[in-house]
Nanobody
Framework: VQLQASGGGLVQAGGSLRLSCAAS????????MGWFRQAPGKEREFVAAIPWSGRSTYYSDSVKGRFTIFRDNAKNTVYLQMNSLKPEDTAVYFC???????????????????WGQGTQVTVSS
């Protein structure tokens, strides 16, 4: 599957952005989808995940209550709605897909099979 992330940009603290990740190539609903981010000099970290059904969602503690992941299987797209952004949210955001139909979730980058190219999010103070 090919993944194309978009929607990043520059926003002031307290603002909002919505990231999109469009998938192509294989049956989108067969994949667990995740969002990760990587700040300069830091390791890639888990942000959120949503299984194939979209009936449950999982978040890192740092974004819980501010970010929302959701998917539209008919449009082969997963989204990350980011509200109440903070300067520490500044990073390159990546979407990822894991070939998995189940109800567990995975938070390690090594668990995912496919990656998008990343989109920059910069939050100014």
């Amino acid at each position: 599957v090919q993944l194309q992330a978009s929607g990043g940009g520059l926003v002031q603290a307290g603002g909002s952005l919505r990231l999109s990740c469009a998938a192509s190539g294989r049956t989108f609903s067969n994949y667990l989808m995740g969002w990760f981010r990587q700040a300069p000099g830091k390791e890639r970290e888990f942000v959120a995940a949503i299984p194939w059904s979209g009936r449950s969602t999982y978040y890192s503690d740092s974004v819980k209550g501010r970010f929302t992941i959701f998917r539209d299987n008919a449009k082969n797209t997963v989204y990350l709605q980011m509200n109440s952004l903070k300067p520490e949210d500044t990073a390159v955001y990546f979407c990822a897909a894991k070939d998995y139909i189940g109800y567990n979730y995975y938070r390690s980058p090594s668990d995912y099979d496919y990656w998008g190219q990343g989109t920059q999010v910069t939050v100014s103070s």
